[in-house]
């Protein structure tokens, strides 16, 4: 389905307590990953960056072979509500596979396919999604839904009908699904189901990253 464009953006806060770097980010382009499938128009990518302001070292290593995803900063990284809500969908058990630099990238991107066959799931990997709060939300007379990808096999914190608040940990950064190195998709759309969803902008309270610029990390809640 086409994005709509007349509504304003979800104003959400970013999904990780530590700074992250964007990627496939909607500032850019729309649709953001040069797919409108599964609501993703508008979605963003955030890698969650170490103390040195990288998610890896990158070696020659890193060039020729694939790595376990325990080599990067963000894998395990606590993941936040970017918003209060209710947690309406929550899917474990995938794998957290290797991450892909270098030539393993291209050969990686080669078996897509293969995961787009297995649907939303297949991509998404470990995820969750939050029914939003949002006064953005509620004026404008539309639902909207938060999805929270690419989780920490046995990391999730909470199950369907569960109430979460802003900030609130909810899972770890994990590297499962369509993933290459560990990262957190973040979109919103306006149904449960992202294969009859429409895709919903978002915003963040300082805008929206480019690609290759950094989010500042949200923190841990107080109190």
């Known amino acids: 389905m086409s ?11 970013s999904p990780l307590a530590v ?29 969650p960056l170490g103390e040195r302001g990288r998610s890896a070292p990158y070696t020659l290593i890193s060039f020729l072979v694939p790595e376990p995803p325990e080599r990067f900063a963000g894998f395990g990284a606590e993941v936040l ?9 929550v899917r474990d058990g995938e794998e957290d596979h290797l991450a892909h630099r270098g030539i393993p990238s291209v050969l990686y991107a080669l078996t897509q396919r293969r995961r787009l066959a297995r649907g939303w799931d297949g991509l ?6 939050l029914e939003a709060e949002l006064p953005g939300a509620s004026s404008h007379g539309r639902t909207a839904f938060v999805a929270l990808c690419h989780l920490q096999r046995g990391s999730l914190r909470v199950a369907p009908g569960d109430r979460v608040a802003a900030g609130e940990v909810l899972a770890r950064c994990g590297n ?14 306006d149904a449960l189901d992202p294969g009859r969803a429409t895709a919903l902008p978002i915003a963040f309270p300082g805008g929206v990253p480019r690609s290759g610029q950094v989010l500042a990390g ?4 107080t109190g």
């Open 124 to 129: 998404a990997g470990n995820h969750l999604i």
């Open 81 to 89: 509500a970017p918003c209060a809500g209710v947690v309406r969908h």
């Open 176 to 189: 499962s699904g369509n993933s290459m190195e560990p990262h957190v998709h973040l979109q919103a759309m």
């Open 218 to 221: 949200a923190g841990r809640p």
């Open 3 to 13: 994005p709509r464009r007349v509504l304003p953006p979800l104003l959400l806060r």
């Open 19 to 47: 700074a992250s770097l964007a990627r496939n980010s909607p500032a850019d382009r729309v649709p953001s990953h040069r797919t409108t499938f599964g609501a993703s128009a508008y979605a963003i990518d955030l890698v």
